[in-house]
Nanobody, 111 residues
């Protein structure tokens, strides 16, 4: 299973980015999807997840600022990030079913 994550980049504090993670896996529509991140010097943490049925959950640090969504037809999961803070700087990884990992995309929030 391959997961291709993209959309990271450099953004100023308060700005927005949308991350995407695309796969060709046939099971996509039937499995939960997750976004994790690892900030420099910190442990990897779960940012958001979305069930196969569309139920979402978020880490407290991103509630109200980030939105996870999925497009089952295009086998893509998104993470819309708004109100970005310097502390959101990290490599963001998508994960399928708590089993398969994408390669990560770097988000840098800096003025």
């Amino acid at each position: 299973v391959q997961l291709q994550a993209y959309g990271g980049g450099l953004v100023q504090p308060g700005g927005s980015l949308r991350l995407s993670c695309k796969t060709s896996a046939a099971i996509f529509s039937r499995i939960g999807m997750y976004w994790y991140r690892r900030a420099p010097g910190r442990e990897r943490e779960l940012v958001a997840n979305i069930s196969s049925g569309g139920r979402t959950d978020y880490a407290d640090a991103v509630k109200g600022r980030f939105t996870i969504s999925r497009d089952n037809r295009n086998k893509t999961v998104y993470l819309q990030m708004s109100g970005l803070k310097v502390e959101d700087t990290a490599v963001y990884y998508c994960n399928m079913g708590q089993r398969f990992w994408g390669q990560g995309t770097l988000v840098t929030v800096s003025s």
